[in-house]
């Protein structure tokens, strides 16, 4: 009898489990993977010690938008800044207000080999410190002062912190439109691969 009982315990836990398993695997929403096409990121001065500004453009991970909110935005361009909505206004003319906990992760891949992010340093904008450098090999572009082109640095993947707990990786392709960078008066405009783990708290891409 008491073995009865017991087999009928561990179906029933067995059968809760499964549900719970189940559950877990409906209410999983799908990663996202999408190419932005010709972001527009214009800035006024920036030439003859003329100082930067403009209104920084923002992006939505979660819609893959560009958007005017104040608060729903994970990371903002202008020219070749581009600020995380987490940490501190640096003191940049016309930057917005963070509000999130975005944050931000440089590593060397391919958007593909990039499956795992628990072991990255995240570090966010900072007073007189954007989070993602301006040039240099700590960035993710190259310019050319003979040419005055901006190249992207191939296998410089941007990893992110959304403002509100999830994960994307970022490669930056282009910032020119049209992808073409023979054409100097089409620069300020991105083309980007990135891929979103609408998941909170998930840190893979598999």
């Known amino acids: 009898m008491k073995t009865l009982k017991f087999a009928a315990l561990a179906l029933l836990f067995t059968g809760f489990a499964s549900c719970s398993d189940d559950d877990d695997s409906i209410n999983r929403l799908d990663i996202k993977t999408s190419t932005v096409t010709n972001f527009e990121a214009p800035q006024t001065g920036g030439r003859d010690q ?19 909110s104040d608060t729903e935005w994970d990371i903002a361009f ?25 944050a931000v992760a440089i590593t060397t891949g391919t958007l593909a080999s990039v ?9 966010q904008d900072a007073p007189s410190s954007f989070a993602i450098p301006t040039g240099g090999s700590d960035g993710w572009y190259d310019y050319n002062f003979t040419t005055h082109t901006v190249t992207p640095i191939p296998g410089k993947i941007l990893v992110f912190r959304t403002r509100d ?10 910032y020119y439109r049209d992808q073409d960078s023979s054409d100097p008066s089409g620069s300020r405009v991105y083309t980007f691969d990135y891929v979103y783990n609408p998941n909170e708290g998930e840190t893979t891409f598999e």
């Open 115 to 123: 499956t795992d992010v628990s072991t990255l340093t995240f570090i």
């Open 165 to 174: 707990g999830r994960y994307a990786k970022m490669e930056i392709l282009s």
């Open 50 to 68: 003329e100082p930067e500004s403009g209104e920084f453009a923002k992006f939505d991970f979660a819609t893959g938008m560009r958007t005017t």
């Open 78 to 102: 202008r020219g070749l800044k581009i600020a995380v909505n987490g940490g501190t206004q640096t003191g940049t003319n016309d930057e917005p207000a963070r509000n999130g906990n975005a």
